[in-house]
């Protein structure tokens, strides 16, 4: 079962696909989920995931997404906590911000271990008991051989990589990470030359580090959820309504708990999943209807409602006017 995570998704993604020719909105649309979350800066996990996974279909071959964005996406592009460990001392200052960082990042979790000549990096889950796709495994521990190579200047080589998914070409993931790649096996993980851990970064900035490790620490504090059951409900309610997501069925296993628990929880709280739906709906329909590049339809459909004329008269009762008197009232527009 997933439990509630918020997933800061980097802007650099959108645009690294546009680099491979393929258009943000496809894969918004491949993943089921409005062409708004592609300005959206935080998901949910099953977000998350849709999105990796449309990527892959859209692709085709799972090697060749892999490398493709791996090596295409420009430093210029990188979010602050990759930043952190770009501009790292060395290889394993890098790695050890990279695992730090992905905390403020769930769901993926990095385990570093270095025995003998060998520095082994595991991938596993927070928060939910399902792995991610083939894709974001893949490209995860592929990046991570990609850093040290753009870190160092260097083209380093992995000792080998075991995946427990399909991943497509594997002669291609072969020749890019320089080693045996295993399929099908108990664990996701990259093994890696532990002697290469102590090669400087050539892009080492100790200046911009001073500068980000505090940005990053405020951000973990931003990170964390608060304790208030109504606001996280809130939260995954605006980003599951299109398309009438938003049920308490939908709500409650993004919280990892049962229907009648989250009840409870929002009645302790002095509020119902009934009333905090009609209040997101009503401060979402407000909120698109002052955007004037979208339609009645378009609003009706973003905040959960698949025949318009069902949205009007919810919104007749909110407000005691039509959606589109009220846009003319606020806008000085007619649409």
Not at 2 to 18: C, D, H, N, Q, V
Not at 176 to 189: E, N, P
Request: charged share 20%; aromatic share 10%; hydrophobic share 35%.
């Amino acid at each position: 079962m997933t439990s509630y995570t918020r997933i800061k998704f980097p802007a650099g993604f959108w645009t690294g696909l546009r680099q491979l020719g393929i258009a943000p909105h496809e894969v918004a649309r491949k993943a089921g989920l409005p062409l708004t979350i592609i300005n959206e800066p935080v998901v949910t996990t099953p977000q998350y995931f849709s999105i990796w996974q449309a990527y892959s279909d859209i692709i085709g071959d799972t090697a060749k997404g892999i490398i493709k964005l791996t090596t295409g996406f420009e430093t210029v592009h990188f979010p602050p906590t990759v930043l952190a460990a770009y501009h790292a001392r060395d290889y394993r200052d890098a790695l050890t911000r990279m695992a730090r960082y992905k905390r403020l990042c769930p769901p993926e979790s990095l385990l570093i271990t270095e025995e003998g000549d060998e520095c082994t990096i595991e991938l596993g889950w927070l928060y939910t008991e399902q792995p991610g796709p083939s894709m974001l495994i893949g490209i995860t521990l592929a990046f991570l051989l990609e850093l040290g190579r753009r870190g160092t200047g260097q083209p380093l080589t992995a000792k080998s990589v075991e995946f427990s998914h399909l991943m497509g070409d594997v002669q291609s993931l072969e020749a890019y990470f320089g080693c045996r790649v295993q399929i099908g096996g108990s664990r996701d993980k990259l093994t890696l030359h532990r002697s290469d851990l102590d090669r400087p970064f050539v892009s080492y900035n100790a200046e911009l580090l001073e500068i980000l490790t505090p940005v990053l620490g405020q951000s973990a504090d931003e990170q964390q959820p608060g304790n208030s059951i109504t606001k996280m409900v809130k939260w995954i309610m605006k980003r599951s309504l299109p398309g009438g997501r938003s049920n308490i069925q939908t709500v409650a296993g993004e919280l990892g708990m049962s229907n009648r628990t989250l009840q409870r929880r929002l009645h302790d709280e002095g509020t119902s999943f009934k009333h905090l739906l009609t209040q997101v709906r009503q401060e979402q329909a407000r909120e698109y209807l002052a955007d004037p590049s979208l339609d009645i339809r378009e609003v009706a459909f973003l905040i959960g409602y698949e025949d318009q004329n069902s949205f009007y008269r919810a919104f007749r009762l909110w407000e005691g006017d039509t959606p589109s008197n009220w846009r003319t009232e606020h806008l000085g527009t007619t649409r």
